[in-house]
């Protein structure tokens, strides 16, 4: 079995409810972490003016090209149910192997906190709460329900498999485990 997200832009107000839920659930500390990310993109010219938000965190991907350039091997992916995790002792930290595997993502989602050498971070998929049968964080806070997570298998029959958002491309060297509805559809 697979975990995966479902993101619908076109429901997303952009509110940043999701990133600090994530934050405050995983007590991660104020500064450059962030295990979930809100971006906006903006296009078009007046009167046609477009806005999209995207919020994004490790999508767990089928084939991690995270784990494959960490040089620790400090990064996994879980057999049972596809879920990539950071073993924060294992990792050498930013300072000492010079992060590849946030070169290597082509989310940027590899995170490292502030401070000296600091170790790599990133969306566990709320591991705690998963153990309880429930949903991550992000997914629960969001106001207008614009996340959704569970079995790969459970999302994909209930929202398809879209692919494609502004701000966010498939890529089919990692197979992130995200389906994302967009908000428009680019001419």
């Not at 924060?88 to 930013?94: I, K, N, P, Q, Y």
Request: hydrophobic share 30%; aromatic share 10%.
């Amino acid at each position: 079995m697979q975990m995966g997200f479902y993101f619908d832009q076109s429901r997303c107000t952009g509110c940043y409810t999701c990133c600090v839920a994530c934050k405050d659930w995983n007590d991660i500390v104020a500064g450059p972490a962030h295990w979930r990310k809100v971006t906006s993109r903006e296009w078009g010219t007046y009167p046609e003016v477009y806005l999209a938000y995207l919020s994004l965190s490790c999508s767990h991907c089928e084939k991690p090209a995270c784990a494959a350039a960490c040089p620790a091997s400090a990064i996994t992916k879980r057999r049972e149910d596809g879920i990539v995790l950071v073993d924060r002792e294992v990792c050498l930290g930013a300072e000492v192997c010079g992060m590849p595997c946030k070169q290597a993502c082509p989310y940027d989602v590899p995170q490292f906190g502030s401070g000296e050498n600091p170790r790599m971070q990133m969306c566990h998929f709320c591991l705690d709460r998963l153990n309880e049968h429930k949903k991550p964080a992000c997914v629960d806070s969001c106001p207008v329900r614009a996340l959704d997570a569970g079995p790969w298998d459970e999302l994909k029959e209930k929202y398809g498999d879209g692919k494609e958002a502004e701000g966010f491309g498939y890529s089919e060297e990692t197979k992130p485990s995200i389906i994302v509805k967009p908000r428009y559809k680019r001419p």
